[in-house]
């Protein structure tokens, strides 16, 4: 069973620029969701994606957005990169009972720089 | 807002020690409450769950008990070994939102 693959595991931009980072699902499992995690801090929601529609979304402006394709793989773009946009991207996929109860399987991350 | 306020670290123990990570919770509805683990190079992964008051998770000798009237979900361990190392989140479901606490890292020595 393939778990959680994350695309690119680092990257570097600079400020203003725009990034598309990737993620696979676990196989079986229909819904992804992707959070920000800053140095030294826990995750933060950014949304959620079930049906290929967004379903949840957290305290993210606009210029974060997502994709669900239908194999249930999924993008996070993010326009406009400001240098606090810094951090390391996880996501994670879940089967939709588990996305229900919060059980979560996660990748292991791509850390992008704004420069 | 809901929001989970974990004790900042990091916890250094020897090895055998008893270990406690205290986690309180804000929430308006009825969450559910998690404990992940991240291991030095690995993912974020579930260590143990508990979806209403009262209830007990417990996994690898881990415990925790979702304790409603004092919004906290501790984490606890009789015994730790080299091996538990990690870092440690509580984490918040409700709705279809997730809150996790800001990590405490956790050091076991022989």
């Known amino acids: 069973e393939t778990g959680v693959t994350q695309s690119p595991t680092h990257l570097i931009k600079t400020r203003g620029q725009q990034v598309t980072l990737r993620c696979s699902s676990q196989s079986g499992h229909n819904t992804v969701s992707w959070y920000q995690q800053a140095l030294g801090q826990g995750p933060q929601f950014i949304f959620q994606?079930?049906?290929?529609?967004?379903?949840g979304r957290g305290n993210f402006p606009p210029r974060f957005s997502g994709l669900q394709f239908p194999n249930y793989s999924s993008e996070l773009n993010v326009n406009a990169l400001e240098l606090d946009d810094s951090a390391l991207y996880l996501c994670a996929s879940s089967p939709v009972q588990g996305a229900m109860t919060g059980e979560l399987f996660f990748g292991e991350g791509s850390r992008l720089t704004v420069l | 807002g809901d929001s989970v306020t974990q004790m900042e670290g990091p916890v250094t123990l020897s090895e055998e020690a008893f270990l406690t990570i205290n986690c309180t919770y804000t929430?308006?509805?009825?969450?559910?409450l998690f404990w992940y683990v991240q291991y030095p190079g690995e993912g974020l992964q579930l260590l143990l769950k508990?979806?209403?008051?009262?209830d007990k998770g417990s996994n690898k000798g881990f415990e925790a008990t979702y304790r409603k009237e004092t919004t906290s979900f501790h984490l606890e361990k009789g015994s730790v070994q080299v091996s538990d190392s990690a870092v440690y989140f509580c984490?918040?479901?409700?709705?279809?939102?997730?809150?996790f606490g800001t990590g405490t890292s956790l050091t076991v020595i022989p």
């Open positions: 508990a979806t209403k008051a009262d």
């Open positions: 994606y079930y049906r290929e529609e967004e379903n």
């Open positions: 984490a918040l479901h409700t709705g279809n939102q997730f809150y």
């Open positions: 929430a308006t509805g009825y969450p559910s």
